[in-house]
């Protein structure tokens, strides 16, 4: 039996936390694991006993039924009744309390199960991190949704009015009308630098342009773009500016010249220009992308960039065949993930380098062929051998100065070094008379210029989201990181710490 | 039966905020109010019906008896013997429950006692406010912020 056992403080009343979170029916409105709930046999949702039927984000179904509900309390306990994952005999429950220091709500959300011992440390995390953890931040971004539309004075003050504990976040309240100038907290890269250029203000959001939506962001992605964009590396960016290429969210107001969107409509995109680090944007709807309801927000925001930059690197940039020997680099990054499972799928020999064995144990999860702990071991020399001598037909390289000139040694004759990054710094000048002994070719892709206008963009988003669909990839739940602290996301993305997305939540 | 309920965030670990609340003896290491000290009859502070007495710095002094202590719930209960305050059947319990996120500590502090009708709004004022909210802000400041 193990007890899983997590607890946070919202910044909202009890009463409307506790409106949310007794809905036995409402997870799929803030849960991003579910993204259906019906009450079996049209039961009330507060009579104990109901059974809910959830439909996952991924496309599971389970069962829960409603033990014990307690409004003197706020407590809710409820057990699984039928699941894809061996969770077994697990019986939750979630209890809240008011913080009356600062008028805030403790929610602990504890449980225990029989997990099969091998799946042991998997379940939990699932349970800890992918239902508890996503849950708790879900519902603070549910809350701050809504405090931007409902008037402030829906919180009254409890008897005890004393400071907010600093632990809590200061709401912002604003009204949004469409064409009328507003403002909007976001990060401002005042000049390139370090992350700590990255500085949460309030900033003015500009009246909306005929041609332009407004969108509200749920999830903004982190991709080693905004590094660049960030240190100057690329000019995407002009100081004063908001970085940011990759966001989901919600249309909050469509301009008069805009057709095919409207208000409501879920969205994401991930494409220039910069401004996604930001609570709301405007923006020209032509790179937007609509968002079925099988896509969850945090996917999409986590995974479009990603995605996209992966349909085009194996089906444009080069070509992956069946029988390819692909050498896939930083496979435990973001991109490298989706690369490591697309290629694989693609009918292709992966093989990938990682830097530490724990990200080893990630890449051989997603089915590479072989991982190279690139630290301990000559990868050039180890391709070399994996392939008796040949080489690899294509080399996906992110990484940069480290790995380049390995990556030119370990490529079979006439092979093919995709430079589409350089997270461990500049690649330096290089003497293209050398690639003669080979017949190498080099290609330094840029984004932009493979996704700059609907048509060519669609084709990639389309196969990307058939590819989610059908399971060919998959995109782990992403680091999350308040926005104020999207310095902390840049550090962890350049120390190459993380595993797998980054996104912000605003 | 009046209640009185308050609670705060700690900025610290339960078990390091534990370390110093569970010392039914210490009071005056922390709350603000409190001069000084002793339990009667040379008990142990974590002796399950021990008395302490203290005298608060305004020079009003206080009897209690412990009357729970539970190192696995993080939570101590008391009943009052003799006060300056009017109240009777006055108990009242602290405890403190684990924040995972950020690791930090919900306390609550809460008490049930009978009293004059006139006299319930300014006692709980006196109690929720004077006395628990203004030990758990120090106790918050102690922590760091």
């Given at each position: 039996?193990?007890?899983?056992?997590?607890?946070?403080?919202?910044?909202?009343?009890?009463?409307?936390?506790?409106?949310?979170?007794?809905?036995?029916?409402?997870?799929?409105?803030?849960?991003?694991?579910?993204?259906?709930?019906?009450?079996?046999?049209?039961?009330?949702?507060?009579?104990?006993?109901?059974?809910?039927?959830?439909?996952?984000?991924?496309?599971?179904?389970?069962?829960?039924?409603?033990?014990?509900?307690?409004?003197?309390?706020?407590?809710?306990?409820?057990?699984?009744?039928?699941?894809?994952?061996?969770?077994?005999?697990?019986?939750?429950?979630?209890?809240?309390?008011?913080?009356?220091?600062?008028?805030?709500?403790?929610?602990?959300?504890?449980?225990?199960?029989?997990?099969?011992?091998?799946?042991?440390?998997?379940?939990?995390?699932?349970?800890?991190?992918?239902?508890?953890?996503?849950?708790?931040?879900?519902?603070?971004?549910l809350l701050r949704r809504r405090s931007v539309v409902s008037p402030i004075d829906a919180r009254q003050p409890r008897a005890v009015a004393v400071p907010m504990p600093s632990a809590s976040v200061p709401r912002t309240v604003s009204t949004v009308a469409p064409g009328q100038a507003s403002t909007t907290k976001a990060i401002l890269v005042e000049r390139y630098g370090g992350p700590e250029e990255l500085q949460l203000r309030e900033i003015g959001l500009p009246p909306l342009e005929p041609n332009q939506v407004r969108i509200r962001h749920t999830v903004i992605g982190v991709n080693f773009i905004d590094v660049?964009?960030?240190?100057?590396?690329?000019?995407?960016?002009?100081?004063?500016?908001?970085?940011?290429?990759?966001?989901?969210?919600?249309?909050?107001?469509?301009?008069?010249?805009?057709?095919?969107?409207?208000?409501?409509?879920?969205?994401?995109?991930?494409?220039?220009?910069?401004?996604?680090?930001?609570?709301?944007?405007?923006?020209?709807?032509?790179?937007?992308?609509?968002?079925?309801?099988?896509?969850?927000?945090?996917?999409?925001?986590?995974?479009?960039?990603?995605?996209?930059?992966?349909?085009?690197?194996?089906?444009?940039?080069?070509?992956?065949?069946?029988?390819?020997?692909?050498?896939?680099?930083?496979?435990?990054?973001?991109?490298?993930?989706?690369?490591?499972?697309?290629?694989?799928?693609?009918?292709?020999?992966?093989?990938?380098?990682?830097?530490?064995?724990?990200?080893?144990?990630?890449?051989?999860?997603?089915?590479?062929?072989?991982?190279?702990?690139?630290?301990?071991?000559?990868?050039?020399?180890?391709?070399?051998?994996?392939?008796?001598?040949?080489?690899?037909?294509?080399?996906?390289?992110?990484?940069?100065?480290?790995?380049?000139?390995?990556?030119?040694?370990?490529?079979?004759?006439?092979?093919?070094?995709?430079?589409?990054?350089?997270?461990?710094?500049?690649?330096?000048?290089?003497?293209?008379?050398?690639?003669?002994?080979?017949?190498?070719?080099?290609?330094?892709?840029?984004?932009?210029?493979?996704?700059?206008?609907?048509?060519?963009?669609?084709?990639?988003?389309?196969?990307?989201?058939?590819?989610?669909?059908?399971?060919?990839?998959?995109?782990?739940?992403?680091?999350?990181?308040?926005?104020?602290?999207?310095?902390?996301?840049?550090?962890?993305?350049?120390?190459?710490?993380?595993?797998?997305?980054?996104?912000?939540?605003? | 039966?009046?209640?009185?309920?308050?609670?705060?965030?700690?900025?610290?670990?339960?078990?390091?905020?534990?370390?110093?609340?569970?010392?039914?003896?210490?009071?005056?290491?922390?709350?603000?109010?409190?001069?000084?000290?002793?339990?009667?009859?040379?008990?142990?502070?974590?002796?399950?019906?021990?008395?302490?007495?203290?005298?608060?710095?305004?020079?009003?002094?206080?009897?209690?008896?412990?009357?729970?202590?539970?190192?696995?719930?993080?939570?101590?209960?008391?009943?009052?013997?003799?006060?300056?305050?009017?109240?009777?059947?006055?108990?009242?319990?602290?405890?403190?429950?684990?924040?995972?996120?950020?690791?930090?500590?919900?306390?609550?502090?809460?008490?049930?006692?009978?009293?004059?009708?006139?006299?319930?709004?300014?006692?709980?004022?006196?109690?929720?406010?004077?006395?628990?909210?203004?030990?758990?802000?120090?106790?918050?400041?102690?922590?760091?912020?």
């Open positions: 039996m193990v007890q899983v056992r997590q607890s946070t403080i919202i910044d909202a009343p009890i009463d409307e936390v506790w409106a949310i979170l007794r809905d036995f029916n409402g997870h799929d409105r803030w849960h991003p694991a579910i993204s259906f709930s019906e009450i079996e046999g049209g039961e009330p949702v507060d009579a104990v006993g109901a059974v809910r039927h959830f439909r996952l984000a991924d496309g599971g179904e389970l069962r829960e039924q409603l033990l014990a509900l307690s409004d003197k309390d706020h407590r809710l306990s409820y057990c699984l009744l039928e699941a894809p994952l061996p969770l077994m005999g697990y019986v939750a429950s979630l209890r809240l309390k008011p913080v009356t220091d600062g008028n805030a709500t403790f929610w602990e959300w504890r449980s225990e199960f029989n997990p099969p011992a091998h799946r042991r440390d998997e379940l939990v995390k699932l349970v800890t991190e992918g239902i508890y953890q996503a849950g708790f931040s879900a519902v603070r971004n660049y964009c960030r240190t100057g590396f690329f000019d995407l960016l002009q100081p004063p500016g908001v970085p940011g290429m990759e966001a989901a969210g919600v249309i909050e107001a469509v301009g008069p010249a805009v057709s095919g969107f409207s208000v409501g409509d879920r969205v994401a995109y991930a494409c220039p220009p910069v401004g996604a680090y930001a609570e709301r944007r405007n923006m020209a709807p032509e790179l937007l992308v609509h968002l079925s309801n099988d896509i969850p927000d945090e996917i999409a925001a986590a995974g479009l960039l990603k995605g996209v930059a992966a349909s085009f690197l194996l089906h444009d940039v080069h070509v992956v065949k069946r029988g390819d020997i692909v050498l896939i680099h930083a496979a435990a990054g973001g991109i490298g993930q989706l690369l490591v499972q697309w290629a694989r799928h693609l009918g292709a020999t992966v093989i990938a380098t990682v830097s530490s064995d724990d990200k080893a144990r990630i890449v051989e999860r997603l089915g590479a062929h072989h991982v190279i702990v690139y630290s301990r071991e000559n990868f050039a020399e180890a391709v070399m051998r994996l392939t008796g001598g040949m080489g690899a037909n294509v080399a996906y390289d992110a990484v940069g100065n480290d790995t380049f000139a390995g990556s030119l040694a370990a490529l079979a004759v006439r092979g093919h070094l995709v430079s589409f990054g350089q997270a461990s710094g500049p690649v330096g000048n290089w003497d293209i008379g050398r690639f003669a002994s080979r017949s190498l070719t080099i290609s330094r892709p840029n984004y932009a210029h493979y996704t700059d206008t609907p048509e060519k963009l669609a084709p990639h988003v389309a196969r990307f989201f058939q590819a989610l669909r059908q399971g060919v990839v998959r995109v782990e739940a992403p680091t999350r990181y308040d926005l104020a602290n999207a310095a902390d996301a840049h550090r962890d993305l350049e120390s190459r710490r993380t595993t797998g997305a980054l996104v912000l939540l605003p | 039966m009046t209640k009185v309920y308050v609670s705060s965030v700690i900025p610290a670990p339960a078990a390091e905020v534990w370390k110093l609340v569970r010392n039914f003896n210490g009071l005056p290491g922390w709350a603000p109010f409190v001069a000084e000290s002793r339990i009667e009859q040379n008990a142990q502070a974590d002796q399950i019906g021990c008395i302490r007495s203290f005298t608060l710095k305004d020079g009003g002094r206080i009897r209690e008896r412990l009357l729970a202590l539970s190192d696995y719930d993080l939570s101590c209960s008391y009943a009052i013997l003799e006060s300056p305050m009017a109240v009777e059947n006055y108990v009242a319990t602290l405890s403190l429950t684990p924040i995972t996120d950020g690791n930090l500590t919900l306390a609550e502090w809460q008490a049930e006692f009978d009293c004059a009708a006139d006299r319930e709004a300014a006692l709980m004022h006196q109690i929720g406010n004077g006395v628990f909210q203004t030990a758990l802000t120090a106790l918050k400041h102690r922590f760091g912020r």
